[in-house]
């Protein structure tokens, strides 16, 4: 949570069972919680540093343990980025996109290192990213591809119809994109699409009651969202 000054950060945590939100600590420097990158891994926390307003963009990597409230600076991502995305795969963490970059760092924990896998085919930010079925899948300006790690590629994927920057949410085997807008912000969507990753193709579930610019979309009990 970022102040209105926008000068200083909290992580807060939310207490499912007693429906309470707590404040854990100040996140140790200002301007981290705008466009930053997050993703959870063997019960610890990674952040790639955010910005206030697109201002810088940034390497930094870190590591917070809920169980301690330590945070520990870990080695610098390859590429300072504005807008990505943290996303934790088999025991490592991939970091993808950014304003103008397309190059994606994977951070293996034995050799403490970064290192380059498989680009994306063109720079994108403000990208939706999710896992599933152990691959990773994002959607993009007007692209939609997976990542397979095992074979360190990527697969271009047919887009449904003209939507644009919806939110990915895997859930109950199945891959759901919902709304999303186009790039001049002139037409929005209210339409909730599943794709079939067997045949490669999209089918509109339904209809969403209203129009949002945009959707932000979780799990909440693994059965509904």
Same mark, same amino acid.
């Given at each position: @949570?970022?102040?209105? @000054?926008?000068?200083?950060?909290? &992580?807060?945590?939310?207490? #499912? @069972?007693?429906?309470?939100?707590?404040?854990?600590?100040?996140?140790?420097?200002?301007?981290?919680?705008?466009?930053?990158?997050?993703?959870?891994?063997?019960?610890?926390?990674?952040?790639?540093?955010?910005?206030?307003?697109?201002?810088?963009?940034?390497?930094?990597?870190?590591?917070?343990?809920?169980?301690?409230?330590?945070?520990?600076?870990?080695?610098?991502?390859? *590429?300072?980025?504005?807008?990505?995305? &943290?996303?934790?795969?088999?025991?490592?963490?991939?970091?993808?996109?950014?304003?103008?970059?397309?190059?994606?760092? #994977?951070?293996?924990?034995?050799?403490?290192?970064?290192?380059?896998?498989?680009?994306?085919?063109?720079?994108?930010?403000?990208?939706?990213?999710?896992?599933?079925?152990?691959?990773?899948?994002? &959607?993009?300006?007007?692209?939609?591809?997976?990542?397979?790690? *095992?074979?360190?590629?990527?697969?271009? &994927?047919?887009?449904?119809?003209? *939507? /644009? /920057?919806?939110?990915?949410?895997?859930?109950?085997?199945?891959?759901?994109?919902?709304?999303?807008?186009?790039?001049?912000?002139?037409?929005?969507?209210?339409?909730?699409? @599943?794709?079939?990753?067997?045949?490669?193709?999209?089918?509109?579930?339904?209809?969403?009651?209203?129009?949002?610019?945009?959707?932000?979309? *979780?799990?909440?009990?693994?059965?509904?969202?």
């Amino acid at each position: @949570e970022l102040n209105k @000054e926008g000068n200083s950060s909290l &992580l807060k945590v939310f207490d #499912c @069972e007693n429906n309470t939100v707590k404040t854990l600590c100040q996140i140790p420097f200002k301007g981290f919680s705008n466009y930053m990158g997050i993703t959870a891994l063997n019960g610890l926390l990674y952040f790639s540093r955010g910005n206030v307003f697109f201002d810088t963009a940034h390497s930094i990597f870190f590591q917070y343990s809920p169980h301690t409230n330590t945070w520990t600076e870990m080695n610098k991502m390859n *590429e300072a980025r504005i807008d990505n995305h &943290l996303v934790a795969l088999n025991d490592v963490i991939y970091a993808i996109g950014g304003m103008g970059i397309g190059k994606v760092d #994977c951070y293996n924990f034995t050799t403490n290192e970064w290192n380059y896998v498989a680009s994306l085919n063109k720079p994108d930010s403000l990208l939706s990213v999710t896992l599933h079925h152990n691959k990773i899948y994002v &959607l993009g300006r007007d692209n939609f591809k997976m990542f397979n790690p *095992e074979f360190n590629t990527w697969q271009d &994927l047919p887009l449904p119809s003209d *939507e /644009r /920057r919806g939110k990915l949410v895997s859930i109950n085997d199945k891959l759901l994109l919902v709304g999303g807008f186009n790039d001049e912000y002139t037409q929005r969507s209210k339409n909730l699409f @599943e794709f079939n990753t067997t045949n490669k193709s999209w089918n509109k579930l339904l209809d969403i009651d209203q129009e949002p610019w945009f959707h932000l979309a *979780e799990i909440v009990n693994f059965d509904k969202f």
